[in-house]
């Protein structure tokens, strides 16, 4: 039971919720039975003005959400004081907000994303015409309910229409959801809320928002950047809503939409908008995209009893190669074992049309006469038309020069072609073709040998070392990749903040068009150790060799509850040991291979094994050493990393097969820089693993 134990005439059954500023309970109104949730905040003692502030805002929550009923809005029922709290009694909704759900890097399909849309702007629209304007949307203020049904919550930073309480210079509202007007101190009207739901809808599509780092930073790029289009970050964001969101969040408030009404009439216009019009670039250099079915499994693994985490839906792409190819190539090379994306550049530059070669007109008739003064002029015959002739058929071998064919045409009987010495017939690019076969047949010359053309510099070999030398250097990240025609590709796990950072170190050198492809799954910072640990050791950027790779059969993007981890491993080219680990957000590390025997747990040990270079190895396998790891809560993004050396990294097993983080990583820092001076050839991957409760 909570210390409060009831407000008013309601009982407090339970918390739901607490922060910096009060509280959240589940409270039960007995006389009407009704479930409610109630929101605490402490009265202030004289002189606290920072609490006072905030209770002037919590009534402005009740007086503006008061004014609103609607199914989209969460329901204010009721206001009231102690002697040391203020709460207000609202609705109580069953489900999670949308800001917890999108922290598990849940991503949702197409329609899910426009009906959150339309249950938001539907609810803004009856609001805006009630005069409140919102202020502060974001995933944490849109709640869900169980049946899906999206609701706005916290009116607590609302602008009345006819409060005088929040006025120009007063920066209010969360900063990666805030509109250039709300950090210039402006004063603001709906389409501060459109701004702020352009922000939410980017974050749908793509998994990520807009803008990101501290919030200076984030004033800068929200006052002077055009944020990348959703289609450029996602491939499963639809081209047709790149200019939806793109108007939605203009920096000037006049070019957005006016109204959250014409907001949602884009929105539908968008889906209704046929695939191929939608997804086709406008500009006639159109990129294909074709995702070929995977026939392999990527790897991945993770701990019995820990939940694994997988990587995102719309990011993880660890298992798909870009292959660029022009409209010149006529087929696909399929590499064994993974699906592709197969990108189609600019559109090459077309052959040039070969026209058939016509022999020369030579005009037949004798230069005309002047007849003698007084007579009549006779016209002269008509010229006959040369006949027209077929395009010319090439033959099988080579054909001798232009001049070792003179042109040969058709006269009329008695009749002498006459040619004006000064005039040089054109020599034509092919021979020209007799409408006679010449009797003697011409051995065939060989054509001349060209000189050699020297191959030019490929524009990826001077990019491919930069982008190498500053992964290298990029803090709490594993990536790898390679560049390819001036298209960037990445895989591997990283902190958001590192995200942020390649981004704009690919723009500063220019690598914007085609967008980068960044298959990176976005991890907590609890596992930046590991990610620093084994950065060095991990396959680099531009390295095409061999490398350790990690899967799960069947490539899943997550695992639910109660399924079996089951890793694929490779070995490195090189003979030697194995180790795989899976490390949680709560500071634990299991230790899937090799595992000490466990008695009690019916666990055999794992005996000490080289593998050779490319060799597999299966784990997660239920059997009769109860080597099965199942699912379980709770339930998130965890990462599982494994590392190859040609002699064994610790001298003795692990003191059990579960430690804190902290301890191995302590020891397998120091173990990995011994055998680096001992020049022990090392290989390391790491992948992110998310699960599911259903």
């Not at 990129?287 to 995977?294: D, G």
């Not at 942020?500 to 596992?527: C, M, N, W, Y």
């Not at 490539?555 to 040991?577: C, H, N, Q, S």
Request: hydrophobic fraction near 40%.
């Amino acid at each position: 039971m909570s210390a409060v134990e009831s407000l008013g005439k309601y009982e407090i059954r339970r918390q739901l919720g607490r922060g910096a500023m009060g509280t959240v309970y589940e409270g039960f109104d007995p006389i009407i039975e009704r479930t409610v949730a109630i929101k605490t905040v402490r009265l202030p003692e004289a002189g606290d003005d920072e609490i006072a502030e905030e209770i002037a805002r919590f009534r402005r929550e009740a007086q503006a959400a008061g004014r609103l009923t609607h199914p989209n809005i969460v329901g204010v029922f009721d206001y009231g004081e102690t002697a040391d709290l203020a709460y207000i009694v609202m609705e109580y909704v069953d489900g999670p907000p949308l800001k917890s759900l999108l922290d598990k890097n849940e991503r949702f399909p197409l329609p899910r994303i426009v009906g959150i849309m339309e249950d938001l702007l539907t609810g803004l629209r009856y609001s805006h015409e009630r005069g409140v304007v919102h202020r502060d949307i974001k995933p944490a203020n849109l709640m869900l309910t169980k049946s899906g049904q999206a609701k706005i919550a916290d009116f607590g930073i609302a602008r009345i229409e006819s409060s005088s309480m929040t006025q120009a210079g007063t920066v209010l509202g969360t900063p990666a959801y805030m509109s250039p007007e709300q950090f210039m101190g402006q004063v603001v009207d709906a389409r501060t809320d459109i701004y702020s739901s352009g922000v939410l809808l980017y974050q749908l599509l793509t998994g990520e928002r807009p803008f990101e780092g501290s919030m200076s930073a984030i004033m800068h790029k929200a006052l002077h950047t055009e944020a990348p289009l959703p289609s450029q970050i996602s491939v499963t964001a639809p081209r047709s809503f790149d200019a939806v969101v793109k108007r939605a969040m203009a920096k000037r408030p006049a070019d957005r939409y006016s109204s959250a009404e014409e907001f949602l009439a884009a929105i539908r216009t968008a889906v209704a908008a046929p695939p191929s019009s939608a997804d086709a670039p406008d500009d006639g250099q159109a990129t294909m995209i074709l995702s070929l079915p995977p026939d392999g499994s990527a790897p991945q693994s993770a701990s019995r009893g820990t939940p694994p985490a997988g990587i995102d839906a719309g990011r993880r792409r660890s298992s798909k190669l870009p292959v660029i190819m022009t409209a010149g190539v006529a087929g696909l090379a399929i590499l064994g074992g993974a699906g592709f994306f197969v990108f189609l550049g600019d559109t090459p530059t077309p052959a040039p049309t070969v026209e058939p070669v016509k022999p020369p007109v030579v005009s037949t008739l004798p230069e005309p006469v002047s007849p003698p003064p007084g007579q009549p002029l006779t016209p002269p015959p008509e010229a006959v038309p040369p006949p027209t002739l077929p395009p010319p058929t090439l033959p099988p071998h080579t054909l001798p020069p232009a001049t070792t064919l003179p042109p040969v045409a058709t006269q009329p009987p008695n009749v002498t072609p006459a040619l004006p010495p000064s005039v040089v017939p054109p020599t034509p690019s092919l021979p020209p073709v007799a409408l006679v076969p010449p009797p003697t047949v011409i051995p065939a010359t060989p054509p001349a040998t060209l000189p050699p053309v020297t191959p030019q510099a490929n524009p990826s070999d001077a990019i491919r070392p930069e982008v190498a030398a500053f992964i290298s250097r990029l803090p709490c990240s594993m990536l790898d990749g390679d560049v390819r025609d001036g298209t960037v590709e990445f895989t591997g796990i990283a902190r958001r903040t590192a995200v942020d950072d390649l981004r704009q170190k690919l723009t500063a050198i220019g690598l914007t068009s085609p967008a980068p492809l960044l298959h990176v799954a976005e991890v907590d910072q609890v596992f930046c150790p590991i990610q620093d640990l084994l950065r060095p050791i991990a396959k680099t950027f531009g390295d095409g060799g061999d490398r350790m790779t990690m899967r799960l059969p069947g490539d899943p993007v997550w695992l639910r509850k109660d399924d079996y981890i089951r890793p694929r491993l490779t070995m490195a080219d090189f003979r030697g040991e194995m180790r795989v680990d899976y490390l949680d957000r709560d500071g634990n590390v299991r230790h899937l291979y090799p595992q000490r025997a466990e008695p009690g747990e019916h666990l055999a040990g794992d005996p000490p094994h080289k593998f050779n270079a490319g060799e597999a190895l299966d784990l997660g396998d239920p059997g009769p050493n109860n080597r099965g790891w199942q699912v379980s809560e709770p339930f998130g993004t965890d990462v599982i990393v494994a590392i190859a050396s040609e002699d064994a990294l610790f001298d003795r097993p692990r003191p059990s097969n579960v430690e804190k983080a902290s301890d191995y990583l302590r020891d397998l820092q120091r173990a990995v820089e011994a055998a680096r001076s001992r020049g022990v050839r090392l290989a390391a991957t790491a992948m992110a693993v998310e699960t599911r409760l259903k």
